[in-house]
């Protein structure tokens, strides 16, 4: 490792999210000199949503790119070094610890703050894409609300489509569930609650050709793929629960995960299985996926990261 590239830094944050920004505001203010690496898409998940109106403190609701341009204007007001950058490879034998920025640069860091996200599984239709934030959305939690009284469809046959379909039972008029094989993936009790529910409409063996609509969504055109038959069916909102992956890659081996990628946290805690490096939001967290709960452990890991420092001496 040549000098000239090395930097050495005393608390790392790898990631922007609402968990990345928030280690960063709560890091800066304990006076941790916090530096940041932003990643491949600053702003995170956040940035390919629309209108935000659950995160407490918004009254007025907030589109997602900008309540993501006001958390890092914060974390830069406290203090925070934001760096444009890509955690690319880590060393974690020793400390100081060693992470790898754009396959260049190494920074050692005293601590290190893992808030690298997931990110959503997409169909990887065109149309998919094309309607994304306008009508099209892999998350009912965040989006169903825009959709009350209406006609939704959902693909994907796990828990969490299970679980966001029920969400979204709760507020549309029906919703339309496309599942590939004559199975779901869901818990069995999950399973029985999507099927007991009346205006859940199951299809099974049912595959997404396309998502109609110019600039807004107004129909899906569905393929069974058994009996070779397709259909259009109206509706306003699609939505995409096929999965998610976290954003692990580059940690495997050093850091214990599950069988799916997430990082695995000492349960209360943000600490990961080497002392003194912690992970926070999606990247650690598949059951929740809300912005405040990412903050909400983004706080955590930089509490834990003071206290951390402070017992070393460092
Ligand atoms: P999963 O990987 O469990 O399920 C993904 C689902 O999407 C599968 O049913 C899969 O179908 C389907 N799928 C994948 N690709 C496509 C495609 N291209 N077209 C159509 N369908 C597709 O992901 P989840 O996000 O549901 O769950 C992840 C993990 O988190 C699981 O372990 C789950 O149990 C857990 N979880 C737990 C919750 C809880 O306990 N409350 C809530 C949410 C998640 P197929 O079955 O055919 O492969």
């Known amino acids: 490792m040549a000098d000239v590239t090395t930097e050495k830094v005393h608390v790392l944050i790898i990631g922007s999210g609402p968990a990345g920004y928030t ?31 659950n995160y407490p403190g918004y ?20 203090g925070a070094d934001i760096r444009y950058g ?65 006609e939704v469809a959902i693909v994907g046959a796990g828990d969490t489509a299970a679980e966001e379909a029920l969400y979204l ?9 496309f599942i590939r094989r004559d199975a779901m993936r869901a818990s069995k009790v999950m399973q029985d609650r999507v099927i007991n529910t009346p205006n859940i409409k199951m299809y099974w063996n049912t595959d997404t050709e396309e ?13 069974n793929n058994k009996t070779g038959v397709s259909q259009e069916i109206p509706v306003n ?8 992956q976290p954003n692990s890659d580059i940690f495997k081996g050093w850091l214990d995960m599950d069988e799916a990628g997430y990082l695995k946290t000492i349960p209360g805690t943000s600490k990961t299985n080497v002392e003194g490096v912690f992970a926070s939001g ?17 706080c955590m890991a930089a509490l834990d990261a003071e206290r951390y420092l402070s017992a070393k001496g460092m």
Not at 59 to 75: C, L, R, S, Y
Request: aromatic residues 8%.
């Open 237 to 244: 909102g699609f939505f995409v629960a096929i999965g998610h």
């Open 169 to 177: 039972s709760k507020l549309c008029t029906t919703v339309h569930m």
């Open 59 to 78: 009254a007025n609701g907030i589109q997602g790119p900008e309540m993501m341009v006001d958390f890092e204007k914060q974390a830069h007001r406290m």
């Open 86 to 150: 890509l955690a690319t490879k880590v060393d974690f034998t020793s400390q100081p610890y060693k992470v790898q920025i754009d396959e260049e640069k190494w920074i050692e860091a005293d601590s290190v703050i893992i808030a690298t996200g997931a990110s959503a599984k997409w169909l990887g239709l065109e149309s998919e894409q094309r309607l994304n934030g306008y009508g099209v959305s892999a998350c009912a939690v965040c989006d169903g609300f825009f959709f009350r009284g209406k």
């Open 282 to 298: 999606d990247v650690q967290d598949k059951i929740y996926r809300q912005a405040v709960t990412a903050a909400g452990s983004g």
């Open 211 to 223: 998502i109609i609509g110019d600039n807004k969504v107004t129909a899906v055109k569905i393929k």
């Open 23 to 53: 280690a960063a505001i709560y890091a800066s203010r304990a006076n941790l000199k916090p530096v940041l690496y932003q990643g491949i898409q600053p702003g995170g998940q956040l940035t390919i949503t629309t209108e935000v109106e």
